[in-house]
């Protein structure tokens, strides 16, 4: 072995940046392997046609962890996030709605379809925010490895205390998201389908699911825990793309003394006697360390860089049940023009140019986009969130033209992308221009990432940008499986520290943070270095 480090980090992404950081800030010797050219996972910007750059694959930021952005100090390199004028801008076949955007603006949209849904959305914003509150709380802890002792049943104590001390009616509504289907949910709260609509959409993003699936509610929880300049459960653009974040995030750990080598994909995780002692990367160079941290997801570090003999056969079987596919299709295109909607024409800039734009018009359009995927391959008529970010951010773009991000649902991940690749992406520009007929004819070029795109560039096994499906028996201690939903691998030294972790997918930091936290616990004399 060349050289030796306190600790490897597989994967370069945002995740594998927060708990190389964190470590090295604890005195460590750290090194990031990442196996592309560029820093960033799948939050990086890249151009795409000559004179348009855009996130190539996640798009928006909202979920990062306020406790990250300060301990990294972000903003001193250059992270700067935009809100959105609204959330959301949903056209529909007659009519639109439009979400957020000040105190009362979302209940006046909701009275023009039903007074009493614009009734209740306030008490349903209250309840959601309460649970969400106490999922933010839950995202920076490390969960307790059930049957692990009492340590571990004190710990889950201790977790599950602030969820006892909520009001009944709240325990019910986490009751209700963690077991039932986003339909199920919503018709407690709302009559009109469009309405229903609104929310429903976050149920289904990175979810191969539909919103009548039983635990899709979750996923729309999971979604509104966030928040952007300390407004709570807003959304908005990182200026310069989502690789300003993960360039500020690598900038951070090289401040540290972090060393982060790109080009550098990793073969194995090397073990003897049981014990990590380091990598060998596909170049055929090994590396010397007792800590490996991996943030490449659960389905893709086992399999594939783990020697089976070094895994239990019962270890080995869960992995192999761990699910993980989202059935999404991402597109980036360059446009001549902003699309002119027929529910709300105009190629002016306007609000709901800046927000994001989605078409799944209907309850029922979600469920069959689901079941067209699980029967026939991908979805008939998909469901397309729009995110147009040079409305907000000229440097992405020449003057007077755009990029947008297309991120599509439902799409088969078993389906041979190689071959329907081209096709689909025509599907997903036509399902577009039905509702933006001038949107076809300003495309200028188009970036498609099929499900095995994903896989193949990001290392997202299945198309997943969860790196997991989100499912009750794939979350807290049960995530990746219980007994490692703590951050520690069957093998000692080896570590998770990506989104396969609790809390799960986004760009939150949670994962990488709450992995060093874990690492700096096995470590006693640093165990102070990183207290919440």
């Not at 086992?302 to 080995?316: C, G, H, I, W």
């Not at 951010?393 to 439902?410: E, I, K, T, Y």
Request: proline residues 5%.
């Amino acid at each position: 072995m060349t050289k030796t480090y306190d600790a490897l980090i597989i994967g370069g992404g945002h995740n594998g940046l927060v708990c190389a950081f964190y470590l090295a800030k604890a005195g460590m010797r750290v090194r990031v392997l990442e196996r592309r050219h560029i820093v960033g996972g799948a939050a990086v910007t890249e151009e795409f046609h000559p004179g348009f750059r855009n996130s190539t694959a996640s798009y928006t930021v909202s979920l990062l962890r306020p406790k990250v952005i300060q301990d990294m100090r972000l903003h001193d390199y250059g992270y700067r996030v935009i809100e959105r004028t609204i959330s959301n801008f949903f056209p529909f076949a007659d009519d639109y709605i439009k979400l957020g955007g000040g105190p009362g603006r979302t209940e006046a949209e909701f009275a023009r379809f039903s007074k009493k849904d614009a009734a209740a959305y306030p008490a349903y914003d209250v309840a959601l925010e309460k649970v969400a509150n106490v999922l933010r709380d839950l995202s920076l802890k490390i969960p307790p490895n059930l049957g692990g002792g009492l340590p571990a049943l004190l710990a889950a104590a201790k977790q599950g205390w602030p969820m006892a001390q909520l009001d009944i009616e709240v325990q019910r509504d986490v009751l209700d998201m963690f077991t039932k289907s986003a339909r199920s949910f919503l018709d407690g709260w709302f009559e009109h389908d469009y309405v229903q609509s609104a929310f429903a959409f976050d149920a289904v993003v990175g979810n191969y699911a539909g919103v009548s699936t039983p635990g899709s509610a979750y996923v729309l929880l999971h979604h509104v825990f966030g928040e952007v300049n300390g407004k709570l459960g807003a959304w908005g653009h990182s200026v310069g793309g989502m690789g300003a974040i993960t360039q500020a995030m690598a900038a951070a750990c090289i401040d540290a003394g972090v060393e982060i080598s790109l080009e550098a994909p990793v073969k194995q995780v090397l073990v003897d006697g049981g014990k990590v002692t380091g990598v060998k990367l596909e170049s055929g160079e090994e590396i010397a360390a007792s800590i490996v941290a991996s943030n490449a997801g659960p389905a893709l570090l086992y399999p594939q860089l783990v020697d089976p003999s070094d895994l239990s056969d019962e270890f080995k079987r869960r992995i192999k049940g761990f699910k993980a596919c989202s059935g999404t299709f991402r597109m980036n295109v360059a446009l001549s023009e902003l699309p002119s909607f027929t529910v709300l024409p105009g190629k002016e800039q306007a609000e709901h140019h800046t927000a994001g734009i989605i078409i799944a018009p209907g309850m029922d359009y979600m469920d069959q986009a689901y079941y067209d995927a699980v029967q026939h391959g991908w979805s008939k008529k998909p469901i397309v969130e729009i995110k147009i970010p040079s409305t907000v951010d000229d440097s992405l773009a020449p003057p007077g033209m755009h990029v947008a991000s297309l991120f599509c649902q439902q799409f088969d991940p078993k389906v041979d992308w190689d071959t329907h690749r081209e096709a689909v992406a025509d599907l997903i520009i036509d399902t577009v221009n039905d509702h933006a007929p001038n949107f076809k004819a300003s495309v200028i070029a188009t970036q498609i990432h099929s499900p095995t795109d994903l896989e193949r560039k990001f290392g997202l096994i299945g198309g997943d940008i969860m790196h997991g499906n989100m499912g009750l028996d794939q979350l807290w201690s049960a995530r990746p499986v219980l007994g490692h939903g703590d951050y520690r691998g069957p093998i000692k030294g080896l570590y998770m520290c990506g989104a396969g972790t609790h809390p799960g997918g986004g760009v939150t930091g949670a994962p990488g943070h709450n992995a060093a936290a874990a690492i700096l616990q096995d470590r006693p004399l640093l165990r102070k270095i990183l207290r919440s």
